[in-house]
């Protein structure tokens, strides 16, 4: 869906580490007049009322109502682009519509990027534990696996209660939040303290015992070289360059077909990949070996074009199906003659959003597969998307409003995504190791 290409161009652009070259207007330290960050909140208020299609799924009008007016009221005095982006990314955890999302603007993005010191550090996070995945600091003393306590005086239970309140979510499910905190952690951290020049941080070493250092912060290029230089070893670069990935293995008769995105244009522009093409090579040399174990690994795949899903469930599915129900893009799909009917096995987690998401719905609803990981990212009985963006006059904050109701099944709404079947995710002792215990299990089962 053209939604989760704008989510991916976001977290592409804070990531960057680029220099800018256009004439930049932004700094960190500009302080917003009350009367215009008021402004800014009545339009976006306005402008989402307008045209979100499914406003009070999650929430109902009045208590909805309620929380836009104690958040305007609480804009009572000049703020910074931060600290009011602070306040409006509150209104994720009401909405709670994973392709409407609020993003800072993007002269304030690239300032950041360009000028503005980070943590350096890659963390894994679960519950609200933090560890170290990959120091990218000066001081290398800090290991792999170190249990972080706290930063700056802030315990990492009140740190990650504040960046998941204010984080992008679908429905109910946790797992996206978290997953994007995982994945972009230093840059969801700045949001919402800031970029101080150092880091006063507690954290246990490998025999519990609990250490006090002083770290410095560093700019994305110093963060991006020291990771190249010690870490290099680590990326898997032989399935860099792939969007999709099929092996074979002959003595277990089981292929494992990995999709990362069902964009077109992602897999065109990134992995020199087209989708049909290679999908369809990758069921014929399924079907050639005679395969009788298939495992589909939709992990970390943050969806895209409807049309990729239609083509593979037309692989994967036994009966016929209507994707989307009274819906914009409502189709029905057909097994094909040569598709796929033996043992299925698809691996899911929190980063298995939007596009994805449908296609694990209606293989789950059709029983087609055991599904193992973590709860996907999305509501599996209704979703919205294909935003509008708008521009707040004055702060620039980008906000993504979904304009379209997509019914994917007439279920119960619990708001959740899909539950696995067997419920596994990776620890920091397995990452550590590059040990992928969901895909081994799933080999095994």
């Known amino acids: 869906m053209k939604c989760t290409k704008k989510l991916l161009i ?3 652009l804070i990531s960057f580490v680029g220099v800018f070259a256009q004439k930049n207007n932004y700094h960190p330290n500009h302080f917003y007049p009350t009367d215009e960050l008021k402004a800014d909140f009545k339009y976006l208020q306005s402008s989402i009322e307008k045209h979100h299609p499914n406003l009070y799924l999650y929430t109902p009008k009045a208590i909805l109502n309620i929380f836009f007016d104690s958040l305007y009221n609480s804009i009572d005095h000049p703020l910074t682009v931060v600290e009011f982006y602070n306040i409006i990314t509150l209104l994720n955890s009401k909405i709670k519509d ?5 993003l800072p603007g993007e002269e304030a993005t690239n300032y950041l990027n360009k000028n503005a010191p980070f943590f350096p550090f890659y963390i894994f996070t679960t519950g609200d534990k933090l560890f170290v995945t990959m120091n990218c600091s000066a001081d ?9 306590v706290s930063i700056n005086g802030l315990g990492t239970a009140d740190i990650m209660n504040q960046l998941i309140s204010r984080q992008i979510r679908d429905g ?15 840059e969801y951290f700045s949001f919402s303290f800031g970029h101080p020049a150092s880091f006063f941080i507690t954290y246990k070493n490998d025999s519990s015992s609990v250490q006090i250092k002083t770290i410095y912060a560093l700019p994305k290029d110093s963060i991006r070289l020291y990771r190249q230089a010690r870490y290099f070893n680590n990326i898997p670069i032989s399935n860099e360059n792939k969007g999709i990935i099929v092996e074979i293995n002959k003595e277990l008769n089981t292929a494992i077909l990995i999709i990362k995105s069902f964009d077109k244009e992602i897999l065109k522009s990134v992995y020199s990949q087209n989708f049909e093409t290679t999908i369809t090579n990758a069921f014929c040399l399924i079907e050639s070996n005679h395969i009788n174990n298939l495992v589909l690994d939709i992990r970390n795949n943050q969806g895209g074009d409807f049309k990729s899903g ?40 929190g980063g298995t959003f939007s596009n994805a998401a449908i296609v694990s719905a209606y293989l789950e609803s059709t029983k087609r597969g055991i599904f193992i990981g973590e709860e996907t990212a999305d509501n599996k009985n209704i979703i919205s998307g294909d935003p509008i963006e708008i521009i707040l006059p004055n702060t620039k904050i980008s906000a993504q409003i979904s ?26 002792n397995n990452i550590l190791l590059n040990k992928d215990i969901v895909k081994d299990f799933s080999l095994k089962l």
Do not use: C
């Not at 304009?403 to 920091?428: A, E």
């Open 10 to 12: 976001f977290l592409s």
């Open 98 to 102: 994973g392709h409407t999302m609020f």
């Open 140 to 148: 290398t003393s800090i290991k792999a696996g170190t249990e972080i």
């Open 172 to 186: 109910n499910s946790k797992t996206y939040p978290i997953w994007i905190l995982t994945n972009y952690f230093k």
């Open 310 to 349: 239609h083509l593979l469930l037309s692989y994967l599915l036994k009966q016929k199906i209507q994707f989307l129900t009274d819906s914009k893009g409502s189709r029905t799909i057909e097994p094909l003659k040569n598709n796929f009917t033996g043992n299925l096995y698809i691996l899911v987690n």
């Open 403 to 428: 304009t379209v109701k997509y019914l994917i099944q007439n279920n119960f709404n619990d708001g959740h995504g899909i539950l696995p079947i067997y419920y596994m995710v990776n620890d920091i």
